[in-house]
Nanobody, 120 residues
């Protein structure tokens, strides 16, 4: 399973960006999909997740500003980021739990990361 993220860039504080991630490969089923981020000198942290049934979870730092959404038919997950702050500057990583055809267990996969820079 491969995860391809896109949509990062540079924006001024208060602005918006939308990240997208598409999963491809021999996918039997995808469970939770989500976004994590890692700022310079910090550990990777959860941003938001979404189950295939539509249940979402957000870190406190992004609640009310970010919205995660999924398209199960297309195996995609998106992150709409509004009211961006300089503290949101980080590399954002797409993540998914998936089962490949022929495999009887779930594995965790990471995308390549996309840079988000918010200038104040």
């Amino acid at each position: 399973v491969q995860l391809q993220a896109s949509g990062g860039g540079m924006v001024q504080a208060g602005g918006s960006l939308r990240l997208s991630c598409a999963a491809s490969g021999s996918i039997f089923r995808i469970g939770v999909m989500g976004w994590y981020r890692q700022a310079p000198g910090k550990q990777r942290e959860l941003v938001a997740t979404a189950t295939s049934g539509g249940t979402t979870n957000y870190s406190d730092s992004v609640k009310g500003r970010f919205t995660i959404s999924r398209d199960n038919a297309k195996n995609t997950v998106s992150l709409q980021m509004n009211s961006l702050e300089s503290e949101d500057t980080a590399v954002y990583y797409c993540n998914a739990n998936a089962i490949e055809y022929g495999m009887g267990y779930q594995k965790n996969y990471w995308g390549q990361g996309t840079q988000v820079t918010v200038s104040s």
